[in-house]
């Protein structure tokens, strides 16, 4: 942290208003430069009390809003975003670094879980049921929970909180989000969107900060349910403690997926699959491949040289430079930790084949960026195997058989995404049946679902029982009420009953 006060700050928005609020603050940089260029305000204790309060009491109007104007203003914001596409995408590579398409490619996936939360008047419909006994109806309706609160990672600035509150707020709950302190313009300008989109103050309120905003999220028994995607040890944090709490709570965390190539498998269509999934937006993504195992020494050989060969083409440089594959990583303490994997990985055996940590790049020598890495012989005791590296560092585990590789990928602490490259059906069967994995692809690197269906991993990668957006936040942002009515004809008389009500 630095003392700098001449950077602009980046307030929170509580009740529809930009707020000041905590007295600690903290640089925002941009990573391609290294240069600090905004501090974001770390709410303090009262200020984050202070946007529950009023998520509190815009409430009960917005329950009442019927969906279809809820919906409208879901409609409208997906105008706004696309309108705003260009600036939005400039303030996430501002800030996260990532490459231009990379940050459009992003803003898009939010964009479709926006379109998908303006259906809520269809989704939130209920079950009905006549005549259950005499005279009797039943029916289930999804009720709105009250204030939810949703944490979020730097990684998808735009997307991931997209994942949250656009759902939660169509299903008539009021929503805090704290976005990551590291790149939160983008997720700001959104929810100011929002409010022009029609959002009402206090349905959505956004405050900045860290672990003391967290916490009091955590800890307010007016918060009903906490979304957060994340690292996994914080993630453990944020469900037990929501859990203690009396809160309902959906917990993402890390990744370490691995993909599998059979020996049938197109090899060039899996090294260009493998390559984006590697390397894209610098290996920051939950989804990413970090971990390729090759099943049998010729498939090995075949896509290490193909690897091999594309990384060599790869241009890494600021994200705002047309043409670039990679920008940099997030944070200084970023690359240092990235870095600090492949001195491990050298240390404990694995062949570096491709180093990328001497790479500089002309005019942005500041800049956090770090060549793309490629590791063969990985095996699975080491720590490059076993831990999340979150950086352009890819390594190759050779196996002889499809098992072989699908017990490395169960015996896994994390179960986020996984994929395998084959040309055999029943091989691809096999896997997506019985891999211990919640995403799973066959000839797809990054199988990340569309909106209209759920995300999340098992294992280390999910705690909660409910996944991210889709069917299963319209599950996650209500609760059921179920309700039995009989209007009998007035003329009817009934006697007392004892025995349990039942249909004999
Ligand atoms: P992080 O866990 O450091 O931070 C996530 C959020 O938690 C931030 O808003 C941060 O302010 C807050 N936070 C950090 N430490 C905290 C603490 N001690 N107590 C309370 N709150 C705390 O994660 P990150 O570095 O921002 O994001 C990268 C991680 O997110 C990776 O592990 C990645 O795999 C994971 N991720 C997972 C998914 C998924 O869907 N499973 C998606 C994206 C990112």
Redesign the pocket.
């Known amino acids: 942290m630095t003392t700098a006060t001449a950077l602009p700050h980046i307030a929170h928005l509580i009740n529809g208003q930009s707020a000041q609020g905590g007295t600690r603050s903290q640089d925002v940089f941009n990573p391609a430069t290294g240069q600090a260029q905004k501090r974001v305000l770390l709410a303090d204790k009262p200020t984050t009390a202070q946007a529950i309060t009023n998520a509190q009491a815009a409430f009960p109007a917005w329950r009442a809003t019927p969906p279809l104007k809820r919906a409208r203003v879901m409609s409208q914001l997906k105008v706004l975003l696309e309108q705003h596409a260009e600036e939005l995408c400039a303030l996430i590579t501002s800030e996260h670094g990532k490459v231009l398409p990379d940050a459009l490619g992003e803003l898009q996936r939010g964009i479709e879980n926006v379109e998908y939360a303006s259906y809520c008047p269809e989704l939130l419909k209920g079950e009905h049921s006549k005549n259950v006994g005499p005279a009797i109806d039943s029916w289930s309706e999804f009720q709105p929970l009250g204030v939810c609160a949703g944490?979020?990672?730097?990684?998808?600035p735009a997307m991931?909180p997209l994942w949250m509150w656009p759902m939660a707020v169509a299903c008539g709950n009021t929503f805090v989000l704290?976005?990551?302190?590291?790149d939160p313009s983008s997720t700001l300008r959104i929810a100011e969107l929002a409010l022009e989109a029609g959002l009402p103050p206090g349905v959505l309120n956004v405050v900045h900060?860290?672990?003391e905003a967290?916490?009091t999220l955590l800890l307010d028994a007016r918060v009903k349910a906490i979304s957060?995607?994340?690292?996994?040890?914080?993630?453990e944090?944020?469900y037990s403690t929501g859990c203690a709490n009396g809160k309902r709570v959906q917990a993402?965390?890390?990744?370490k997926n691995h993909a599998v190539v059979m020996p049938d498998a197109d090899v060039t269509n899996a090294v260009s699959a493998l390559m984006g999934a590697a390397f894209g937006s610098c290996g920051?993504?939950?989804m990413a491949i970090p971990l390729v195992v090759a099943v049998g020494d010729a498939t090995a050989d075949a896509v290490m040289a193909g690897l091999t060969v594309e990384i060599a083409k790869m241009k890494v440089g600021p994200g705002t430079t047309p043409g670039m594959d990679m920008g940099p990583l997030v944070t200084k303490a970023h690359l240092d930790k990235v870095k600090a994997y492949v001195d491990q990985g050298i240390n404990d055996g694995a062949t570096l084949v491709v180093d990328g940590r001497a790479l500089s790049v002309a005019g942005f020598e500041g800049g956090y960026f770090l060549g793309p890495c490629l590791f063969d012989h990985v095996k699975p005791g080491m720590k490059i195997y076993q831990e999340?590296i979150?950086g352009p560092v890819l390594g190759m585990v050779r196996v002889q058989t499809l098992q072989e590789a699908m017990d490395l990928i169960d015996a896994h602490a994390y179960g986020?995404g996984t994929c395998i490259f084959t040309r055999d059906g029943e091989a691809a069967r096999y896997f997506t049946d019985n891999i211990q994995v919640g995403m799973v692809g066959v000839n797809v690197a990054l199988p990340v679902p569309v909106a209209c269906h759920s995300?999340?991993?098992w294992k280390r990668?999910?705690f909660g029982d409910l996944s991210?957006y889709g069917p299963d936040a319209v599950r996650f942002y209500t609760q059921r009420k179920t309700i039995t009515q009989r209007w009998s004809a007035s003329s009817a008389r009934e006697g007392a009953v004892f025995s349990f009500p039942s249909s004999r």
């Open positions: 944490i979020t990672p730097f990684n998808f991931v704290k976005p990551s302190e590291r900060g860290d672990k967290v916490d957060f995607v994340g690292s996994t040890p914080v993630a944090h944020i993402l965390g890390g990744a920051e993504r939950c999340e979150f986020n995300f999340g991993g990668s999910l991210a």
